[in-house]
């Protein structure tokens, strides 16, 4: 274990003097390769080049793409009518609203800070406007929004699947009902709390107001249906259903809704690729980072070690859940999946642990590192909306933090949950 010792130590000691994970990646392995290894530089230098030359990559910027048109064009505000109208006269009825709208928009968007935004955005100012504590709002919006990266598209599943060997298509599917019973945890604590403390409730909707309102949104839910059905029917790859839903955005936005005008897309594609170049920076790291685990055979030496404290399965998915959410201390979730699935997922399947259940796995543990501090994203994107500071949001969203975790426990040592559907729909 002494390389692995001198591999980790040279990253930690990198992170600790405040150089962004992405570039501590790149030069721990320099670092490495110059006085450990006799690795030819060029190996590296190639290996910057063919490690992101993969099919798969491309459906991140398309994601982001999809995402970003999504934000600006009515999809979002159209969704919370049609939430709205359905639940609005429960008891917390517009945060209920504000839950089921974040659902909505992660099943077409793939992206946890675009949920917040895009549903906090308007959803926060509502709330506040109607009596609900501000607290309140931020902390539902907080954690809702992390269901962005679980339901159908997400980019960490698409990182996951390229770190190792699995099926976007089946990752994509098995995060369906994992999705839709956070959801309906997150919606319970919300309904008891709203009751417990007697916050507004709206005036129930009609028939006809809930059918005009779902009428208005079922060009932006549509988009599930031609990723799902495209996908499973094999008319398209997870990749080109990317692609397919970007464009798709792009014409629902611009000559639908026409909430966004024609001269605003080049703005949208600006920032676009700002983030995917991001994203793309970090991979091509941790790419380097990969090749020098595996020409070193540090993953299986970690397998063989951890396989040697004789855990077992339970033992094993909960030492996983236990350092994930510790390295989400310090981590963001891109970079903690390119780090760690390569050194964990092999003793996983020596285990017998399926690989799609793990990545839901592992995708749960990112979405509760997104909703506490110090890295948490969500926290920051709603500390922009709410003007509150972070530790007031901090306290906020702990209610939806616990739930969360007991929903973490459930993904973990429930994996018919996540494979269900994968499995009836043939896709593993």
């Not at 901090?394 to 933090?401: D, E, I």
Request: positive net charge; proline residues 4%; aromatic residues 10%.
């Amino acid at each position: 274990m002494g390389k692995v010792g001198i591999v980790f130590a040279l990253l930690i000691a990198l992170m600790l003097t405040g150089i962004p994970v992405s570039i501590a990646l790149g030069l721990t392995v320099l670092m490495f390769m110059y006085l450990l290894t006799q690795v030819p530089i060029e190996a590296v230098a190639l290996k910057l080049f063919t490690g992101i030359e993969k099919f798969e990559i491309m459906a991140i910027p398309f994601f982001i793409l999809a995402g970003n048109f999504l934000t600006h064009g009515g999809v979002a505000k159209r969704m919370i009518n049609f939430a709205t109208s359905m639940v609005g006269h429960w008891h917390g009825g517009l945060a209920l609203a504000g839950i089921i709208s974040c659902a909505m928009f992660a099943l077409v968007c793939g992206s946890s800070v675009a949920t917040v935004v895009a549903i906090g955005s308007i959803i926060l100012p509502a709330m506040v406007k109607q009596g609900y504590p501000k607290q309140f709002g931020a902390g539902v919006i907080i954690t809702a929004g992390s269901l962005g990266i679980l339901m159908l598209p997400s980019i960490p599943k698409v990182i996951y699947a390229i770190s190792t060997n699995t099926s976007i298509g089946a990752l994509f599917v098995a995060g369906l009902f994992p999705g839709m019973l956070l959801t309906a945890m997150l919606c319970a604590t919300t309904w008891f709390l709203a009751k417990k403390n007697g916050y507004p409730r709206m005036k129930k909707a009609t028939w006809g107001e809930r059918w005009k309102a779902f009428r208005e949104s079922i060009w932006g839910l549509l988009l599930v249906v031609i990723i799902i059905g495209g996908i499973y029917s094999g008319i398209f790859t997870a990749t080109e259903a990317a692609a397919m839903s970007a464009v798709y955005a792009f014409l629902i936005s611009v000559f639908v809704y026409k909430d966004m005008k024609i001269a605003n897309t080049p703005k949208v594609l600006v920032n676009s690729a700002a983030l995917s170049a991001m994203l793309l920076y970090i991979i091509t790291n941790a790419v380097l980072f990969s090749f020098l685990m595996a020409h070193e055979n540090i993953p299986q030496q970690m397998a063989d070690w951890i396989l040697g404290k004789e855990l077992g399965r339970a033992g094993f998915l909960f030492f996983t859940n236990i350092l994930l959410l510790l390295a989400g201390n310090v981590m963001e979730p891109s970079s903690i999946i390119l780090v760690m699935a390569p050194i964990l997922h092999p003793a996983a399947i020596r285990l017998g642990i399926d690989s799609v259940h793990f990545g839901i796995l592992i995708d749960a543990n990112m979405e509760v590192g997104l909703c506490h501090p110090p890295v948490g994203l969500n926290l920051y994107v709603a500390s922009g909306i709410s003007k509150m500071s972070i530790t007031e949001l901090t306290v906020a969203v702990m209610p939806w933090l616990c739930t969360m975790l007991v929903f973490l426990v459930i993904v973990t040592y429930w994996p018919g949950l996540s494979l269900w559907l994968p499995r009836a729909m043939g896709m593993m």
